[in-house]
């Protein structure tokens, strides 16, 4: 069985390759149940999500330990680890590190929904959440638009003007932003990956045209956007799932806001072209993921094969 780190995990999961895989991967599809959710502590938030994926070479599950607290000690939230098997003798063949798979096959999900959902165009992105997630996906959304200008926004400025500066290093027009509600109307993309229990995004905002991508909340306690931002917005999720786990759309969904029959489409659907993404440049697209079990999969089955069969 092998184990494969996350520095090699990275270096597997280049974002040029995971792309093009997980629209090949939500395209065939696999069997995918939802994952479970455990509270571990109700005063923390601590949370262990398991989740359990399979198609007819490989089955998987990802183990994921969710501490929010963990940022008071300078701690990553997120802690997990991908088991891949085979599946069709059960075989145990890989233990993948878990967080750099999450994060990678996360931000490529979005900038993958993006390239249905944002304009062609696209030249400004805004990121607001500097932390594990958040600090990829400008890498992953370089590899879909030709994006000339990142703006960076985090509560804690320090993390904001430390992820601009390494992404100054590597060649990448990059700054923080002090006034949030400018930012948004300044950008064509904004990515919002935070622990936000509250709306930090204002749909009165998101000018026309603009792509919003939620990535953060994954429970119907957190949230990220307002009202108004369903309201003004074609609506999206990665898997319907999203529509029974996120805040930002239980919330509204509650409220009478958003039906969820109204929601245009799934990611599967869009890579198979079953629903139309953007139809023309001034409409407003929000994109809400959750994390899909098949996306794990898919990683993992990558980093396994070039693994097992490096490129010379």
């Not at 490989?58 to 098997?85: C, E, H, T, W």
């Not at 969820?260 to 139809?279: D, I, K, M, T, Y």
Request: proline share 4%; charged share 20%.
């Amino acid at each position: 069985m092998l184990t494969i780190n996350a520095e090699d995990t990275a270096t597997l999961l280049a974002f040029d390759d995971l792309i093009p895989a997980l629209r090949k991967g939500f395209i065939r599809g696999a069997s995918t149940p939802n994952r479970h959710h455990h509270t571990l502590d109700d005063t923390t938030d601590a949370t262990l999500l398991v989740m359990p994926s399979w198609d007819d070479r490989y089955l998987g599950v990802k183990l994921v330990d969710v501490f929010p607290a963990n940022s008071v000690s300078g701690r990553p939230a997120l802690s997990s680890a991908f088991i891949l098997a085979s599946a069709s003798t059960g075989e145990h063949l890989a233990v993948i590190d878990g967080n750099e798979l999450t994060r990678r096959r996360t931000v490529a999900t979005s900038a993958l929904a993006a390239s249905y959902l944002a304009r062609r165009g696209s030249t400004t992105h805004l990121i607001v959440g500097a932390g594990h997630i958040g600090s990829l996906a400008a890498e992953a959304y370089r590899s879909v638009f030709d994006i000339q200008t990142v703006l960076i926004y985090d509560q804690f400025a320090a993390n904001a003007e430390r992820l601009a500066e390494n992404l100054r290093q590597k060649g990448i027009q990059a700054r923080t932003a002090d006034d949030l509600a400018s930012a948004v109307a300044n950008a064509d993309i904004i990515t919002c990956a935070t622990l936000a229990t509250e709306p930090i995004i204002r749909g009165q905002w998101l000018q026309p045209g603009a792509h919003l991508d939620l990535i953060g909340s994954f429970r119907p306690n957190m949230r990220e956007s307002d009202d108004q931002c369903i309201i003004r917005s074609n609506v999206y999720v990665d898997t319907p799932v999203a529509l029974e786990e996120s805040g930002d759309l239980t919330q509204p969904i509650a409220d009478g806001i958003l039906d969820a029959r109204s929601v245009a489409g799934n990611l599967p659907q869009l890579c198979r072209e079953e629903v139309h993404g953007r139809q023309d440049s001034n409409q407003i697209t929000l994109f809400k993921a959750v994390g899909s079990g098949l996306a794990d999969l898919t990683s993992a089955a990558f980093v396994y094969d070039a693994a097992l069969h490096p490129v010379s």
